[in-house]
Nanobody, 128 residues
């Protein structure tokens, strides 16, 4: 079993930056593709960014290209951490962000149904 825990989001001013982390616990985590999604109340979960297990391939939603960067740390033997660096934040980015992982590696995945494991979500609020 794999458990994903996102870092606390918090409050950020418009134009500011924030890095979210996703800490994974479990076995053989290096062989997992990972992704970040966000979900506003009453709406479907929306793809934000994804990264392959090797860290060599990434994908981004058009709305965040140039503003967000996904990366991962593979230096540890038994767990991994994925990051989402968010710059030039806007109030419309206020929502809950979720980290996800899948055992079926093959490249960055942009659809929620392609992931096996999910974090509990973290609230990010961007003040105007």
């Amino acid at each position: 079993q794999v458990h994903l825990v996102e870092s606390r989001g918090g409050l950020v001013q418009t134009g500011g930056s924030l890095r979210l982390s996703c800490a994974a616990s479990g076995r053989a985590f290096r062989r997992y593709d990972m992704g970040w999604f966000r979900q506003a109340p009453g709406k479907d979960r929306e793809f934000v960014a994804a990264i392959s297990w090797s860290g060599e391939s990434t994908a981004y939603a058009d709305s965040v290209k140039g503003r967000f960067t996904i990366s991962r740390d593979k230096t540890k033997n038994t767990d991994n951490t994925a990051y989402l660096q968010r710059n030039s934040l806007k109030p419309e980015y206020t929502t809950v962000y979720f980290c996800a992982a899948t055992r079926f590696v093959g490249g960055p995945k942009t659809r929620a149904y392609e992931y096996d494991y999910w974090g509990q979500g973290t609230q990010v609020t961007v003040s105007s």
